[in-house]
């Protein structure tokens, strides 16, 4: 099938903060208890229509593990988005998010869309970050927020549809502004 666009997005973040099961999730509605750790990198898309336009959003999983550096790092080249998860009850994974954004930004897209994701919601009497720690930290960033479940689901369809939206809307618009500039050079009124 021919797409009009294709986003590559990944999944950032330490190990066992639900990036595989938000991946499941999100493509065929399942939650893996007893999940693995993720090898290297795991892939899958969907299609989306946007203003009649299609669209192929990439989602690329990568391992959280710091032996796998060298080959995740190469995955965010081209990247337009990012969701950078961390476990609401696993403090240590929240702090590695100061870890994770120098490394996107060093590696990834220049205008790369972010998204920080607190996951794993629905073990409220676990947490060990609050949701204002989590919104605090993004504004730091001066990126998104957003808490999701990958056990029942809540926020997986919003946080995909969000950043695929944003995406497109950073693309529409920098088409815009290439098309103004194009005209301005030319000398063509407007």
Known sequence: ENYDMVFKIVLIGDSFVGKSNILSKYLKNEFNEDSKATVGVEFG?????????SIKAQIWDTAGQERYKAITNAYYKGAL?????????????????????????????????????????????????????????????????METSAYNGE????????????????????????????IQEKGIEI
């Not at 950078?84 to 590695?96: C, G, N």
């Not at 607190?118 to 947490?127: I, M, W």
């Not at 995406?167 to 290439?178: A, F, P, T």
């Open 155 to 182: 926020n997986i369809e919003v946080a995909f549809d969000t950043m695929v939206k944003g995406i497109y809307e950073k693309c529409h618009k920098e088409l815009e502004e290439n098309k103004e500039v194009d």
């Open 81 to 145: 988005g990012a969701f950078l998860v961390y476990d609401i009850t696993r403090k240590e994974t929240f702090d590695s998010v100061d870890k994770w954004i120098p490394e996107l930004k060093a590696n990834g897209s220049k205008n790369m869309s972010i998204l920080i994701i607190g996951n794993k919601s629905d073990l409220e009497d676990k947490r060990q970050v609050t949701k204002e720690d989590g919104e605090q930290k993004a504004a730091n960033y001066g990126v998104a927020f």
């Open 45 to 53: 898309s969907k299609s989306f229509s946007i203003d009649n336009h």
